[in-house]
């Protein structure tokens, strides 16, 4: 004598045993960004276009804080540079600044929420910078070289607590006159689920 597992929806359908035993489901597997993009809590961070125009100094592209009671998860960053002016090597230098207090020069933007039928926002700090921005406070915590004229991915995953933040700014490289970039991320509000 078995039992019936039945919908608790009140449609009748039961579940269905396969012949060794197991019980028939199906799955769908996405990523968290996937999940947090349907719940409205999956947001973009990025500066528009900055031309650099000095050479082997620092200019500071975003400032990101969280304000919130829950952690914000930073994905993957993207960095792209278009041709240096005069510049050589052909690369340049990303830096990571943790819990920064701000950057100079820097316009205010908000986070686009990547479901655009949410209402949804962050409680964050978000400023891009321009050309000699600085950074105020915080500590150096990574230095990356990539190539010029090419789409960058840098694995990041970092998670923001309430009241933390991050700075990254760009070098261009020596003789540098002229080199547009950008820089930007997928973030996510995390909510616990269980």
Same mark, same amino acid.
């Given at each position: 004598? !078995?039992?019936?597992?039945?919908? !608790?929806? !009140?449609?009748?359908?039961?579940?269905? *045993?396969?012949?060794?035993?197991?019980?028939?489901?199906?799955?769908?597997?996405?990523?968290?960004?996937?999940?947090a993009s349907e719940d409205g809590?999956?947001?973009?961070?990025?500066?528009?276009?900055?031309?650099? *125009?000095?050479?082997?100094?620092?200019?500071? #592209?975003?400032?990101?804080?969280?304000?919130?009671?829950?952690?914000? #998860?930073? %994905?993957?960053?993207?960095?792209?540079?278009?041709?240096?002016?005069?510049? +050589?090597?052909?690369?340049?230098?990303?830096?990571?600044?943790?819990?920064?207090?701000?950057?100079?020069?820097?316009?205010?933007?908000?986070?686009?929420?990547?479901?655009?039928?949410? +209402?949804?926002?962050?409680?964050?700090?978000?400023?891009? %910078?321009?050309?000699? +921005?600085?950074?105020?406070?915080?500590?150096? *915590?990574?230095?990356?070289?990539?190539? #010029?004229?090419?789409?960058?991915?840098?694995?990041?995953?970092? *998670?923001?607590?309430k009241g933390s933040s991050l700075? #990254?700014?760009?070098?261009?490289?020596?003789?540098?006159?002229?080199?547009?970039?950008?820089?930007?991320?997928?973030?996510?509000?995390?909510?616990?689920?269980?």
């Amino acid at each position: 004598m !078995g039992f019936e597992i039945t919908d !608790g929806t !009140g449609k009748g359908n039961s579940a269905a *045993v396969d012949g060794t035993n197991r019980v028939l489901t199906r799955a769908i597997t996405e990523s968290i960004f996937e999940e947090a993009s349907e719940d409205g809590n999956a947001y973009f961070i990025g500066a528009p276009l900055i031309t650099v *125009v000095n050479a082997s100094t620092e200019n500071a #592209i975003i400032y990101f804080k969280n304000n919130g009671d829950e952690p914000i #998860i930073m %994905g993957d960053f993207f960095v792209i540079a278009e041709e240096t002016l005069g510049g +050589s090597p052909n690369m340049l230098r990303l830096n990571w600044y943790k819990n920064p207090t701000g950057i100079s020069s820097g316009t205010t933007a908000t986070p686009l929420n990547q479901n655009f039928g949410s +209402s949804k926002s962050l409680d964050s700090d978000f400023l891009y %910078g321009a050309a000699g +921005s600085t950074v105020s406070g915080g500590s150096l *915590v990574a230095t990356l070289p990539m190539p #010029i004229g090419e789409y960058n991915i840098v694995p990041a995953n970092l *998670v923001l607590e309430k009241g933390s933040s991050l700075a #990254i700014t760009v070098s261009a490289p020596a003789g540098n006159t002229s080199m547009p970039v950008t820089v930007g991320s997928r973030v996510i509000a995390y909510e616990e689920r269980y």
